[in-house]
């Protein structure tokens, strides 16, 4: 198993670039503080609380009724809040609604002129449906029904919105003990439909989606310690951008377990004009709490993650239980 292991990190990290800029970007930023610590590498690791935006194949995997909000206060006026409740489906399914929200507020605008235009403000955001099966012990699959919506405020008195669709298919199986692999094939026939007149010649606009796709592996190395390795495909009409992440989960098993967490991301592939950053990768990290008692009633899991980036520093904070 030592052998897989670094066969699968050489060729992560040896195949890999990143290309960003394309519509839906906010929707791959991640969806819990759990996920950003461990650099949104969780295809194929259960998430409970928020398995639907993770790996809908996951939401099978659904005990009683679970629910999981984040909130994500950023550095440049940039805030993401997420929403999901799933519940079980005896004796083998799962189904779940979620909802997602990424914006970016009050930001000065100022046109060629210098007159001041009000404040801009953006917002990406979606609704879910999702629902899960289990076929046997060893596989599970899932889909994601997603109603989209997006909104620009340019000024005070100019404001663009638009609304789409699109659909997840995700796959999750455990071959053997200890190992578990998930895929998740994003923004199948994903696309914006805009219908704005902005001028005299305007005409109806339809923005698509690039299709993503997510293949990772996971290892309990013990009780106590797994890894995670992620491969992440998004199949773009002139070429295909690849970016490779890994992480790492330990537990320190006392009373109410604290689990630590690291994760390392790639950054930069594409060079520009020969700069070339010295070390091309992202790292994260986070702490959570599990199994909190609150008021004898409900057990929850708080998680906080935070990040630095060349925009500033993040803070991330996440709640789930289990009913």
């Known amino acids: 198993m030592n052998i897989f292991i670094s066969i699968l990190i050489i060729l992560n990290f040896s195949?890999?670039?990143y290309a960003g800029g394309y519509s839906g970007s906010s929707m791959r930023f991640g969806s819990s503080?759990?996920?950003?610590?461990?650099s949104n590498s969780l295809v194929s690791v259960s998430n409970p609380g928020f398995n639907a935006f993770v790996n809908p194949a996951l939401v099978s995997l659904t005990k009683g009724t679970q629910i999981g909000s984040s909130l994500f206060l950023l550095s440049n006026n940039k805030n993401l809040q997420a929403f999901s409740f799933s519940r079980e489906l005896p004796p083998s399914a799962g189904a779940g609604i979620s909802f997602f929200r990424a914006g970016v507020n009050d930001i000065i605008g100022i046109s060629s002129s210098e007159q001041n235009l009000g404040d801009l403000g953006y917002?990406?955001?979606?609704?879910m449906l999702s629902f899960g099966l289990r076929f046997g012990s060893y596989f599970s699959t899932g889909l994601n029904v997603k109603a989209l919506f997006q909104r620009f405020k340019i000024s005070d008195n100019e404001k663009y919105s638009a609304q789409g669709i699109a659909l997840d298919l995700g796959f999750y199986s455990s071959p053997i003990n200890n190992l578990d692999l998930g895929?998740?094939?994003?923004?199948?026939?994903?696309k914006y439909n805009w219908n704005q007149n902005i001028s005299e010649g305007s005409q109806d606009y339809e923005e698509k989606i690039p299709l993503r796709g997510l293949l990772g592996a996971s290892y309990s190395l013990s009780n106590a310690l797994i890894f995670i390795l992620q491969h992440e495909i998004i199949f773009i009409s002139s070429f295909n951008s690849n970016r490779s992440s890994m992480a790492m989960e330990y537990t320190l098993n006392y009373d109410t377990p604290i689990l630590l967490r690291f994760g390392l991301k790639q950054n930069q592939w594409a060079i520009i004009e020969n700069d070339k950053l010295n070390f091309p990768f992202t790292l994260s990290s986070g702490i959570g709490f599990s199994r909190l008692n609150f008021m004898n009633k409900l057990q929850l899991n708080i998680d906080y993650a935070f990040q630095y980036t060349n925009l500033g520093f993040n803070n991330y904070f996440s709640i789930s239980t289990q009913l």
Request: aromatic fraction near 10%.
């Open 15 to 17: 195949y890999a670039d």
């Open 33 to 38: 503080a759990r996920e950003i610590s461990l």
């Open 123 to 127: 917002s990406d955001g979606f609704a």
């Open 183 to 190: 895929l998740k094939i994003e923004n199948l026939n994903g």
